[in-house]
């Protein structure tokens, strides 16, 4: 048997890229928003428009007429230049209104104004719900629980992607647990790789308590895999995404199998319904799993974002898997935020100046030349849809039992989202 080179694909995929960049009637120079300088107000507005008109993956579905924006802001630019300056709060203003309303749930775009020094970040896509969530409360009621034991957290507010908590409750029946996991993101592999932190025991300590030591491949030898925890749960409230790789360790490990959770799909040129094909997507099992099936329950809230709901999503879809709790966020269109490969191959997602980003490893929120207007938009790559092709950006996905965030109930010391999982988990369901 051949065994798979990535390099030779990756050579094939370059090669060809090449062919179809040198049939293109004007310089990819000219297209490429991620190396496009502005000198101007305007240049800015019309450089961002034409980044989001080439990469944007969502122009099938999405209502905002895009042309329409262009011709009503237009003027309104120029006329910033004519001025020669204006006030920062009329530009934030004049950007908040040009992007409102486009559908990704992911899109975060930051804008740098030379003149002002000033570096504005938006968030185009609006939920009629929102809620903080109020993690510190739900963590100090959980280790309150009657018969919690095994109890290991790690928190640290600076460094969110860090953060998890892992114990045992009683389950349905006498002397049998419910193993529970707080993620705080979809993080995995990126903690199991990362030896420069000093404390990273402390850190791993809840994965390694629920998955077991080899915790970025599955569930080994960690509270999930013991014969007399009957249960699941799995908490994903407040949680942002992260890696889509952890999907297979951190979701797939409670399955037997694989699975294919819908499809994805990419822009593959400059014009907005230039997509490629559908392609399954789906996560393969991890070298460690459940052998044997167990009640799974998902909690989540309305700030569940990315991976949190495509977990969601797969948990839901498993025979014994049940969510409980709120709609997630519906951000569901995966992405990198990376801007150096993916236009000049894919034409999509995110681009722009990335040092704009304030994000570790991405950017340190300054731009690359401060004299420049300079931009940075934050956008899906991928497409995703569930297996019967229903997106569900902007939508969730759907509780099967719905409980409202409580504010009140929490702040008298009771969750009442975790009381209803506990109570489902230990019904005859």
């Known amino acids: 048997m051949k065994h798979y080179n990535p ?16 049939c293109r009637k004007e310089p990819l120079e000219l297209q490429n928003p991620n190396t496009r300088r502005c000198s101007t107000y305007f240049e800015q507005f019309e450089a961002v428009w ?25 003027p309104i630019f120029e006329s910033f230049d004519a001025r020669g300056t204006v006030d920062v709060e009329e530009w934030s203003q004049a950007w908040e209104d040009f992007t409102y309303g486009l559908l990704d749930h992911h899109m975060y775009i930051r804008l740098y104004n030379p003149k002002s020094e000033v570096t504005l970040g938006l968030k185009p896509a609006k939920n009629d719900y929102e809620h903080k969530t109020d993690i510190s409360a739900q963590i100090a009621i959980l280790k309150q ?10 928190w640290d507010s600076k460094n969110p992607y860090t953060n998890s908590v892992a114990c045992l409750l009683p389950g349905k029946t006498t002397g049998k647990y419910i193993a529970y996991l707080r993620l705080g993101e979809f993080a995995i592999s990126t903690l199991y790789k990362d030896d420069t ?32 925890v009957e249960s699941i749960i799995i908490d994903l409230r407040g949680n942002p995404g992260g890696n ?23 822009k593959q040129g400059t014009g907005r319904l230039d997509y490629s094909g559908w392609m399954p997507a789906g996560i393969p099992l991890p070298l460690h799993h459940l052998t044997k099936a167990k009640p799974v329950v998902a909690l989540t809230d309305i700030n569940s974002v990315s991976c949190a709901e495509l977990s969601t999503q797969i948990i839901k879809t498993m025979p014994q898997g049940k969510v409980i709790g709120e709609r997630t966020y519906g951000g569901t269109c995966a992405l990198n935020p990376y801007t150096d490969v993916w236009f000049n191959i ?84």
């Not at 008109?53 to 924006?69: F, M």
């Open 7 to 22: 390099f030779r694909f990756i050579a094939c995929v370059m090669a060809v890229t090449t062919l179809f960049v040198a």
């Open 50 to 74: 034409e980044g989001i008109d080439h990469t944007y993956v969502l122009w099938s579905r999405d209502t905002v007429d895009w042309d329409a924006r262009y011709e009503k802001f237009k």
């Open 145 to 154: 629980q009657p018969g919690v034991t095994n109890y290991v957290e790690y």
């Open 197 to 228: 932190l000093a404390n990273k025991a402390a850190i791993e300590a809840p994965l390694r308590a629920f998955y077991g030591d080899d915790y970025s491949n599955g569930i080994s030898n960690g509270l999930a895999a013991r014969e007399d």
């Open 244 to 266: 889509v790789a952890d999907l297979s360790p951190a979701i797939g490990s409670l399955m037997q199998t694989g699975c294919e959770y819908g499809y994805s799909r990419y």
């Open 346 to 429: 894919y034409y999509t997602g995110c681009f722009g100046d990335q040092k704009l980003f304030p994000q570790p490893g991405v950017g340190d929120g300054k731009p690359t030349h401060p004299e420049d207007f300079a931009y940075y938009v934050y956008s899906g790559t991928f497409d995703i849809v569930t297996k019967d092709y229903k997106s569900l950006e902007g939508v969730g996905v759907q509780p099967d039992i719905k409980v409202l965030y409580d504010a009140e109930a929490l702040a008298a010391g009771r969750d009442t989202q975790l009381d209803a999982a506990l109570s489902y988990l230990r019904s005859n369901q």
